[in-house]
C-alpha cells in the first residue's frame, strides 16, 4: 500500500545486526523491488519507521537492569529511525541503522537475525540540502545524533567533492560515543579520529563532558574554539547539526553569531510518521512577525533552518 507517489509500505530483510558497544548497534537490512527503489534516494536526514511489534524479547538474563520492568510492554507503535548509510548492490539497496538500547522497543531490535522480515515505512520527511556556494560543511553531533550525520558524510563526498567536510561528535564519556572505536593514534594525530568518518576521507574532532576522549568539555565549545582559530568564511560555510536539544539550540545561536548558514535535525515523539496524528510539532518563528507558527517534524522537518526553530530549552 503506498502511502504517497514516493514513500510506501516496504519489507526488508535483516542482513545483519551487530553491537558495536554495550548497548550500541548496527542493523542492516536489505529492500529489494520497489523498496530498493524507493531506498535508493533516501536522503540524509530522512527517517523511515520501523514495525517492531512481533520481535522477540532477549534472554531474561541478558535485559538491563533498568529495562526489567519496561521490557514486557506491547510496542504498538512503529518507531522513527534515521539511516547512517545506504549503499546500492546489484539491484538492492542496504541501509544501516545505528541505535542505542532505552526502552522496550530497542531492546527487541537487538534479536533481531540475518533472514528476518521486518515492516518499514519510508522515505518520510524532509532532509539536508546543500546550498549553492557551499565550500565547508561542519558536522557535529550530540549523543546518537551522528547517524544522519554519518548519511550526510557519505552523500557530500560522493556528490559535492567541491565541500571540504569536517566532523565533531560529543558525548559525556568515551563509553558514550556511539562508534565503532577510535583509530590509531597516528591518525588521530592526523586528525582521523573517528573511522565512520575517516572512511569518506574526513577528518573528525571529539568532545566529552569528562575528558576522557578528545576535547574536555562540550562539542558546542569544542565548535566554537575550532570556528575561532580556523575562521572559516561566512558565506561558504555551512553547519548540519543532530542531536540533544539544548545542544542544537546552542548551535543555533553559534550559527546565527557567526552568521553562518545552519541546518537542524530535530527529534519529536511520532505515532504516525506521515503528519496523521500531529502529535510532533515544532514552534516555529514566522519572518517579520512575534508570533510562532507550528510546523510537524514528520512532514516539514526533521530537518529545518536553524534560524526558524524555537527551542524548548
Given at each position: ?35 530498493a527503489e ?12 520501523l514495525?517492531l511489534?512481533t ?10 537492569v533498568?529495562?526489567?520492568?519496561t ?42 537475525s ?6 518499514v ?13 557551499k ?12 547517524p ?12 559535492y ?18 562508534f ?17 568518518f575517516?572512511r569518506?576521507?574526513?577528518?573528525s574532532l ?7 576522549a578528545?576535547?574536555t568539555?562540550l562539542v558546542?565549545?569544542?565548535?566554537t ?5 580556523t ?5 561558504t ?8 536539544e ?7 545561536e ?5 552568521r ?12 504516525c510518521?506521515?503528519g496523521?496524528?500531529q502529535?510532533?510539532?515544532i ?17 516539514d ?13
Amino acid at each position: 500500500m503506498l502511502i504517497t507517489v514516493d514513500k510506501g509500505i516496504f519489507s526488508a530483510v535483516v542482513r545483519a545486526n551487530r553491537q558495536i558497544g554495550q548497548r550500541f548497534y548496527r542493523l542492516t537490512l536489505e529492500f529489494s523491488g520497489a523498496g530498493a527503489e524507493a531506498f535508493v534516494k533516501f536522503r540524509p536526514g530522512q527517517f523511515a519507521q520501523l514495525d517492531l511489534s512481533t520481535a522477540a524479547l532477549p534472554p531474561e538474563e541478558t535485559i538491563p537492569v533498568d529495562l526489567v520492568d519496561t521490557a514486557q510492554r506491547k510496542i504498538l507503535l512503529r518507531r522513527p529511525f534515521s539511516f547512517a548509510d545506504i549503499t546500492a548492490q546489484r539491484g538492492k539497496t542496504l541501509a544501516e541503522i545505528l541505535y542505542r538500547v532505552l526502552g522496550p522497543a530497542t531492546l527487541r531490535m537487538t534479536t533481531l537475525s540475518p533472514s528476518d522480515s521486518i515492516s518499514v515505512i519510508g522515505p518520510l520527511g524532509n532532509g539536508f540540502s546543500v546550498p549553492a556556494g557551499k565550500k565547508m560543511a561542519l558536522l557535529v553531533s550530540g549523543g546518537m545524533g551522528t547517524p544522519p550525520l554519518q548519511h550526510l558524510a557519505q552523500f557530500l563526498t560522493a556528490n559535492y567533492t567541491q565541500i571540504v567536510v569536517v566532523a565533531f561528535a560529543g558525548a559525556k564519556s568515551a563509553s558514550e560515543l556511539p562508534f565503532e572505536k577510535r583509530l590509531d593514534a597516528i591518525s588521530q594525530e592526523l586528525g582521523f579520529s573517528l573511522p565512520e568518518f575517516a572512511r569518506y576521507g574526513i577528518k573528525s574532532l571529539v568532545a566529552t563532558d569528562d575528558g576522557s576522549a578528545g576535547f574536555t568539555g562540550l562539542v558546542t565549545d569544542c565548535l566554537t574554539q575550532w570556528l575561532e582559530e580556523t575562521r572559516p568564511s561566512q558565506q561558504t560555510t555551512i553547519i548540519y547539526a543532530c542531536g540533544p536539544e539544548a545542544m542544537l539550540a546552542k548551535i543555533a545561536e553559534i550559527a546565527y553569531q557567526k552568521r553562518i548558514d545552519c541546518q537542524i535535525s530535530m527529534e519529536r515523539r511520532m505515532a504516525c510518521g506521515f503528519g496523521v496524528c500531529q502529535s510532533c510539532a515544532i514552534g516555529c518563528r514566522v519572518d517579520g512577525s512575534t508570533e510562532t507558527t507550528y510546523r510537524l517534524c514528520c512532514e516539514d522537518g526533521p530537518v529545518f533552518d536553524g534560524k526558524d526553530i524555537m527551542f524548548r530549552t
